[in-house]
């Protein structure tokens, strides 16, 4: 009796996985980013991450809880242009709902990146983690790669969450996840042949010894930290 209350308990949970992967993706896939305003033009709207007041910019405007944009700025040129003369919202989404673009760990599926989109033309970035938010037009639909957690290469730039990473080897540069020391997720770093990467920023000796566990980690001490005591 008690073996066959487990298995039907067991069949319960593989039955019940697959809706909650599906709820999960479609609560990122009908999520609203683009809404009109009262006179039917197109805006970008994201949550209000920074707690901005609620003070009129030139490109956004924030009420409530959300950071509103009319405006967006191409990264090459730092024009701004109406969002909807830009922006094709039909096929506008996260970058990630897109099949071919795997996600290679499992913290960013629960805690899903809102900072790369694309639409059938374009490729967007919102930056919004170390000062006001802004919203760029980066490059072509098609010129991409996924490198792993938070990172993106696009063009001859790499970016996490948005910013870009400065003197990266982009030849070298790859990604790699690492146990934290203080957490049950697992972290994305990245390292080229210089340096190893938290975030967009190069990693410290401090952060390197204390914040996560390595394999080898004398190995990369020797190569990266070698003149540290």
Sequence with gaps: MEN???VILFILIVLTLPSCV????????NKSFIVHDTLGAFLFKMPNYNKLSNSQ???????????????IYDINDDKSKKISDVIDPSSFDVLYNDEKDKINNEY??????????????????YQYLYSKPKFYKVANSDEYTILGGAYVQIKDKIYWYGEELKGVDLDTF?????????????????????????????????????KFFWDNKEELKKRYFFSKK
């Excluded at 960013?108 to 970035?125: M, Q």
């Design 22 to 29: 599906g709820q999960k993706k479609d609560a990122i896939k």
């Design 108 to 125: 960013y599926r629960s805690n899903p990146i809102l900072t790369y989109f694309k639409d059938k033309k374009n490729i967007y970035v």
């Design 57 to 71: 910019e030139e490109e956004y405007y924030i009420k409530n809880d959300s950071v509103f944009y009319s405006y």
């Design 174 to 210: 790859e990604t790699v996840n690492v146990s934290k020391s203080n957490s049950e997720w697992e972290s994305t770093i990245g390292m080229d042949k210089n340096h190893l990467y938290s975030g967009q920023l190069i990693m410290n000796f401090k952060q390197f010894d204390t």
């Design 4 to 6: 066959t209350k487990k």
